[in-house]
């Protein structure tokens, strides 16, 4: 997947790079979008989040085992990390689809995951900041950010 910052100049040069894609692949998925978004993706928020987050629950005594026995008990512990955090939330805001397929903030879908559309993000990221809200938890939300952009359409 390629992406294109377009402006009137480059217009003939990207329909050229279109159509030599299109002559290989017989559809394409085009979406446009505002380019000042920068680095605050919805994905990129999320794992500011899930260091935020991380670090609360780390605080209220959060742990991860280190070991199974195999009676399934656990012994020795480790720290509670922000991938431990985005695996966890993103069980439970993202989840599944209807056909039972894990959804993913990649951009495209891997190991049997598909990616989630914005809408899914949109509503997982809603969620998480519902969720941290009523624990007092603040969250870091730039007022530049594609879901805060997101958000403010949805008010309207």
């Given amino acids: 997947m390629k992406d294109y910052l377009l402006n009137i100049h480059n217009l003939q040069h990207f329909l050229n790079e279109i159509q030599d894609e299109l002559a290989v692949k017989p559809m394409l998925l085009v979406t446009t979008g505002d380019p000042s978004i920068g680095k605050w993706g919805m994905a990129q928020l999320w794992r500011t989040w899930m260091a935020s987050t991380a670090t609360w629950m780390a605080k209220q005594g959060a742990t991860m085992p280190l070991c199974l026995n195999p009676d399934g008990s656990h012994y020795g512990s480790r720290p509670f990390n922000k991938d431990d955090a985005h695996e966890l939330f993103t069980v439970r805001w993202l989840g599944t689809d ?56 949805q008010n309207e």
Avoid: C, I
């Avoid at 993913?104 to 809603?126: I, V, Y």
């Avoid at 900041?129 to 403010?152: C, H, I, N, Q």
């Fill in 98 to 153: 209807a056909d039972g397929t894990r959804l993913s903030w990649a951009m495209k879908g891997h190991d049997g995951m598909r990616a989630a559309t914005k809408g899914e993000r949109f509503n997982a990221l809603r969620q998480h900041e519902e969720w941290a809200t009523e624990r007092g938890l603040v969250l870091m939300k730039p007022r530049d950010s594609e879901y805060a952009k997101l958000e403010k359409e």
